[in-house]
């Protein structure tokens, strides 16, 4: 019954590849997150999504494209990886955007690696 | 826009001393602080939030004060145990969405 789950884990794959990751939250919640964590740790914000409409959306490459198909879904597609794009993605979701909806919940991450 | 600092970025402490997180703010507005553990290998987990009509919450071991005026909030953690090491994240939530500080690293030395 896990609350927010991302597929896959571990993605390893060539420079230049397309690939996906997935995010699915069954807490009912409205608001969806993709975080972009780094070899430093820090977190930063890439997409939000509240039901199913972009509200958030940060300086981040054009090769990077979320896709929210249903509320509790929100997927990550990335085309032509760099090494650069290397690091942990993150997907979270939060009850909504109104006061007392802001806390956000963590998926286990997705580690990529682009050799 | 909203800037979260945080320091230290590295904190070493012996086990069942305390420890202090410090986080600061620049927008006013804010008025929503979680904090987040994260463990090695997993997604930041909430440990304990305070809200901007609140000067002080604890929960067991855990406690955060916030001080409005100074912009300025802190994360105590009293008699440190092996399991509290982790990276902690402090966040200021504007506008309903969360500006990160950088993550300070504790360490529980035996």
């Known amino acids: 019954d896990t609350a927010v789950s991302q597929t896959p884990k571990y993605l390893v794959t060539q420079m230049g590849n397309d690939k996906s990751i997935k995010c699915e939250q069954n807490?009912?919640?409205?608001?969806m997150y993709w975080y972009k964590q780094d070899s430093k740790k820090f977190l930063k914000i890439m997409f939000s999504?509240?039901?199913?409409?972009?509200?958030i959306n940060e300086t981040v490459p054009n090769r990077f494209s979320p896709k929210s198909p249903d509320k509790a879904h929100l997927n990550l597609h990335i085309n032509s990886l760099e090494l650069g794009d290397s690091a942990v993605y993150f997907c979270?979701?939060?009850?909504?955007?109104?006061?007392?909806?802001?806390?956000?919940?963590f998926g286990p991450g997705t580690r990529l690696l682009v050799l | 826009g909203e800037n979260v600092e945080q320091h230290p970025s590295t904190l070493s402490v012996q086990e069942g001393d305390s420890a202090v997180i410090k986080c600061t703010y620049s927008?006013?507005?804010?008025?929503?602080f979680p904090w987040y553990k994260q463990e090695l290998g997993k997604g930041p987990q909430l440990i304990i939030d305070?809200?901007?009509n609140v000067g002080e919450k604890k929960d067991q071991r855990i406690a955060v004060t916030l001080n409005k005026t100074a912009k300025h909030f802190s994360l105590h953690i009293t008699e440190t145990q092996p399991e509290d090491s982790a990276v902690y994240f402090c966040?200021?939530?504007?506008?309903?969405?969360?500006?990160w500080g950088a993550g300070t690293k504790l360490i529980i030395k035996p």
């Open positions: 979270a979701s939060s009850p909504g955007l109104t006061k007392s909806q802001e806390t956000q919940y």
């Open positions: 807490l009912g919640h409205d608001t």
């Open positions: 999504y509240n039901n199913k409409e972009l509200i």
């Open positions: 927008d006013s507005a804010s008025n929503y």
């Open positions: 305070i809200r901007s």
């Open positions: 966040a200021a939530s504007l506008n309903y969405q969360l500006i």
